[in-house]
């Protein structure tokens, strides 16, 4: 096997504060703005989620001479759409606009209503007048029944992909490892949607189909690290469990290195050459490859040292108490032996007198 880095001897558990408070920080600042953005006004989501979960009409818009986000919104409030949501995009001369979807009930999930919403968009459009030059380059539209039925599907596979995890590592090694390398995919997971909302990147089903990709490749990369912390757990007998952690991270370090190397670069080339079709999906999959490479090292095995640290003392303790009780058990019996042998040798004695 090709190794890039050799007799490394990096102590990586004592930083684990600093990067347990780290990740903190990352995960509090994505929370805080889905929580911010959903709060205020002004048109936002706490998630910039595509037509594929939330109905209504996304309308992709170019101009000749750009308006302000602000007129736009005003002219299709004057029209009569509430609620419109418009982004730029990376072109200077482009906007997004999502438009909800109008009326309610059966009435909202007729194809009519979604043709509506459209026709309301280009109205006020050409509201703003010829010099501006609209044009609108696409338009998607999605029911709400088939936008709630995708959006539950996505939460829903995802969570059955960390259950399925969990059981599998706990069912190969210890609970205390499938433990801590869920929470690490949840980390992950929750780091990559923080950015999302924190850079408003459209989520769609590409990005959830990049999500799923990173609970494997981040689960792989553990299971790595985990199994030769188990093997040297069984070379080495008398080491600490903290010292067989570093040593086991130091061990895999160039298989991590080399691994996420070809997928960073592979994932790169996706980012800068891929277009706007495959962008959520790419810079899913570009975050989360960096996230988490970082958080098998910072996160799952602190956190599996931590759960081990307080899973010993239990079981030594309830190993005590076993013991214990088995040898007050063999104490009884052996003063009740004791009794019943005094008792026949003194009715013996009596038989004979």
């Known amino acids: 096997m090709i190794r890039l880095l050799h007799n490394v001897k990096i102590d990586w558990l004592s930083q684990r504060r600093f990067w347990l408070v780290f990740s903190s920080l990352l995960m509090l600042a994505g929370l805080g703005s889905a929580v911010a953005r959903q709060l205020s006004g002004g048109g936002t989501d706490a998630f910039n989620l595509g037509v594929d979960f939330k109905s209504g009409t996304l309308m992709t818009v170019s101009f000749q001479q750009r308006p302000s986000d602000d007129a736009i919104r005003t002219a299709l409030e004057q029209k009569g759409v509430q609620g419109a949501i418009v982004q730029s995009t990376e072109k200077p001369n482009e906007v997004l606009i999502k438009v909800p979807q ?12 979604v043709d509506a919403g459209q026709a309301k968009a280009n109205e006020a459009l050409a509201s703003l007048g010829s010099e501006v030059g609209a044009k609108n380059e696409k338009t998607d539209a999605v029911s709400p029944a088939a936008g709630r039925a995708l959006r539950n599907q996505a939460i829903a596979v995802t969570l059955l992909a960390l259950v399925g995890v969990l059981l599998y590592i706990g069912s190969r090694f210890e609970w205390t490892y499938g433990a801590a390398a869920v929470i690490t995919v949840f980390h992950d997971v929750l780091v990559t949607l923080g950015i999302f909302s924190i850079m408003q990147w459209e989520i769609d089903l590409t990005v959830i189909a990049a999500l799923l990709t990173l609970v494997g490749f981040s689960v792989n990369d553990t299971i790595v ?89 239990v079981k030594r303790t309830t190993t005590a108490r076993a013991g214990g009780a088995s040898a007050s058990e063999n104490t009884t019996s052996s003063a009740r032996s004791a009794k019943a042998k005094a008792a026949a040798r003194g009715s013996q004695r009596a038989a004979r007198s």
């Open 102 to 113: 109008q009326g309610s009930g059966e009435q909202a999930q007729a194809q009519a209503q």
């Open 225 to 313: 690290t985990f199994d030769r912390i188990r093997e040297n757990l069984r070379l080495h007998r008398r080491t600490s469990l903290y010292d067989l952690t570093n040593e086991a991270i130091n061990q895999t370090l160039s298989r991590t290195v080399i691994t996420a190397g070809l997928v960073f670069f592979s994932v790169l080339a996706l980012v800068v050459f891929g277009g706007d079709v495959l962008r959520g999906f790419s810079l899913a999959l570009f975050i989360g490859i960096i996230v988490g490479t970082y958080s098998t090292i910072a996160i799952a095995t602190p956190l599996m040292v931590w759960l081990q640290r307080r899973v010993e003392p």
